[in-house]
T-cell receptor
């Protein structure tokens, strides 16, 4: 069984500043992937970034970076230079060789002008 | 378009009725997934198809739920004798398989009166 824990229900960030969203996970599989998705109020789930459990480097995609600490079982998302359009719900998810994703409860991010 | 397409976007029906939800995945994606998202929660896995066959249906809540993918592309999620507790957003995702990122459709918001 796999589990994702997101302990921050909501966060506020000032425009142009960085924000870190926490994610911890639990799995017994030696090979797994960690994903972050963004869900705006319109409802669509947008894939942001992926980290494989054997990847040596932390993943980065534009303004998104994933701070992967395998020993601590954490996969925090960092959003740099926040924009108003970043206001949304953010979900951390884990998938392993059985492919199905297990999602956390999500963190709501509100960017203030 | 090039994304995952789900129809209808909204469905309102009475308790006890039968509903079908359709998903058209990204062209060339062999893996297709159905998830259910209740208000304020992360998506929960329902069923996974690799090609035409259901590789894992362990997330289906009971035998009122069934899904098919007869030609390995479009999938239909079928719910019989709907109950008010079935009200949720039903999300479909597709991928190239394995731990490749899953790309989601906009979902079908199902409301059972």
């Amino acid at each position: 069984a796999q589990k994702i824990t997101q302990t921050q229900p909501g966060m506020f960030v000032q425009e142009k500043e960085a924000v870190t969203l926490d994610c911890t996970y639990d799995t017994s599989d030696p090979s797994y992937g960690l994903f972050w998705y963004k869900q705006p109020s319109s409802g669509e789930m947008i894939f942001l970034i992926y980290q494989g459990s054997y990847d040596q480097q932390n993943a980065t995609e534009g303004r998104y970076s994933l701070n992967f600490q395998k020993a601590r079982k954490s996969a925090n998302l960092v959003i740099s230079a926040s924009q108003l359009g970043d206001s949304a719900m953010y979900f951390c998810a884990i998938g392993s060789r059985d492919y199905k994703l297990s999602f956390g409860a999500g963190t709501t991010v509100t960017v203030r002008a | 378009g090039a994304g995952v397409s789900q129809t209808p976007s909204n469905k309102v029906t009475e308790k006890g009725k039968y509903v079908e939800l359709r998903c058209d995945p990204i062209s060339g994606h062999t893996a297709l997934y159905w998830y259910r998202q209740s208000l304020g929660q992360g998506p929960e896995f329902l069923i996974y198809f690799q090609g035409t066959g259901a590789a894992d249906d362990s997330g289906l809540p009971n035998d009122r739920f069934f899904a098919v993918r007869p030609e390995g592309s479009v999938s239909t999620l079928k719910i019989q004798r709907t109950e008010r507790g079935d009200s949720a957003v039903y999300l479909c995702a597709s991928s190239k398989g394995g731990n490749q990122p899953q790309h989601f459709g906009d979902g079908t918001r199902l409301s059972i009166l």
